[in-house]
């Protein structure tokens, strides 16, 4: 390892009182063969931060078949553990057999803090240690904070997307059209965007203060969700006597059930849905998909009794879509999600939590720059 690196960090882990997290100091581990060593210069906050560490939640299992009804509780992460997803910055250090990196590239990507067995793999350190696949290389054109947004939301969007649709593949001719139910929720802009790509009509729901934004993404068409007439209107904005699909990227209430009243008769039926489910009265005619993007990372997924092996061709499909997402984002096509730069650096990813869990983010990626943090 390069002498100009330090020989510890600091990293945000989780504390035994179950409510609350903190920096502590450990030591700065050296890429093993296939790794990089990352310096970070922003990480992005998911809702998938609180589900998994401070707010113990009932989710329903993550899987590629129908869901059947089983709910379970994830729990808490343990006392000492490390956390966080999203990160972006610039390579440091290689490991062994590493070719296609080097050192002094910008780099965004994520972790599942769940698996990790290290603290330092994980997003919410000073330096974090990743496979060199699948990573996104981050282009001149956007940030290091506007980067880290991207990982874990536009995986989670592509895994459901390609699940019920086959998306990267291209849209059926015609204009079929695709229902993304919260288009202006960090998953949802990225679900917008992957559906559009494909060549899909884009119908998505959003407050109207949202409208040109998610437009803007390349919806065709957005409705205000509280509208009472929203589903004619989306029925109607098809233009096939419904939609082929449904993403759900709110998953509250009974957006679920809802939306999947668009699907048209004859159609594929199907509905992808991004965050936890409320399993009651749902639609029996309708295949509802759940997951998380554990494959995609090449990682197992082993929580609470639920186990999902890696998969090559998830793998596959995260490292082709990466490689396009770079050019995408050169090029304007694709897009990342809007930033709030939280302060305080990793030292405010405590107050960041408490934020997100009073409802109090909206529109935007809580994002923190490492480089804030005190001393």
């Avoid at 995986?155 to 291209?170: D, E, F």
Wanted: glycine share 10%; charged share 20%; with cysteine.
């Amino acid at each position: 390892m390069p002498s100009a690196l330090p020989s510890t960090q600091r990293v945000l882990t989780f504390q035994a009182d179950s409510k609350t997290v903190a920096l502590e100091t450990i030591p700065l581990d050296k890429p093993g063969p296939g790794q990089v060593l990352i310096k970070n210069a922003a990480v992005a906050q998911n809702p998938a931060d609180c589900a998994f560490s401070l707010f113990s939640s009932t989710i329903a299992v993550p899987d590629i078949v129908r869901v059947t009804g089983k709910v379970i509780d994830y729990g808490m992460l343990s006392a000492g553990q490390g956390m966080g997803w999203d990160f972006a910055g610039r390579i440091v250090a290689l490991g062994e057999g590493v070719t296609d990196n080097k050192i002094g590239d910008r780099i965004a990507g994520c972790h599942i803090p769940v698996n990790s067995v290290k603290t330092v793999q994980n997003a919410f350190c000073e330096y974090t240690l990743a496979a060199v696949k699948p990573l996104l290389r981050i282009p001149d054109s956007i940030t290091d904070e506007e980067a880290s947004t991207i990982p874990l939301a536009s995986l989670t969007a592509l895994h459901l997307l390609n699940i019920i649709s086959g998306i990267p593949k291209r849209a059926p001719l015609g204009g079929r059209a695709f229902l993304i139910w919260g288009g202006s929720s960090s998953v949802g802009q990225f679900a917008i965007q992957l559906a559009h790509i494909a060549g899909y009509k884009v119908i998505t729901t959003a407050s109207p203060k949202n409208h040109a934004f998610v437009k803007s993404l390349g919806a065709a068409v957005a409705i205000d969700y509280r509208a009472p007439d929203v589903l004619e209107q989306i029925v109607a904005a098809s233009g096939w006597g419904g939609v082929d699909y449904v993403f759900d990227a709110i998953c509250e209430g009974n957006s679920a059930e809802l939306a999947s009243k668009t699907l048209r008769k004859g159609g594929p039926r199907k509905v992808a849905l991004a965050n936890q489910l409320d399993l009651n009265n749902l639609n029996q005619s309708v295949d509802y998909y759940h997951g998380v993007p554990s494959a995609l990372l090449n990682d197992d997924l082993n929580i609470g009794g639920v186990y999902r092996p890696r998969n090559r061709t998830d793998f596959d499909l995260a490292i082709d879509f990466f490689e396009n997402a770079a050019g995408w984002l050169e090029e304007g096509r694709f897009k990342p999600n809007p930033v709030t730069v939280h302060p305080g650096g990793l030292s405010g990813i405590q107050d960041g939590l408490d934020f997100m869990k009073a409802g109090k983010v909206s529109g935007s990626k809580l994002v923190y720059r490492v480089a804030d943090t005190p001393a």
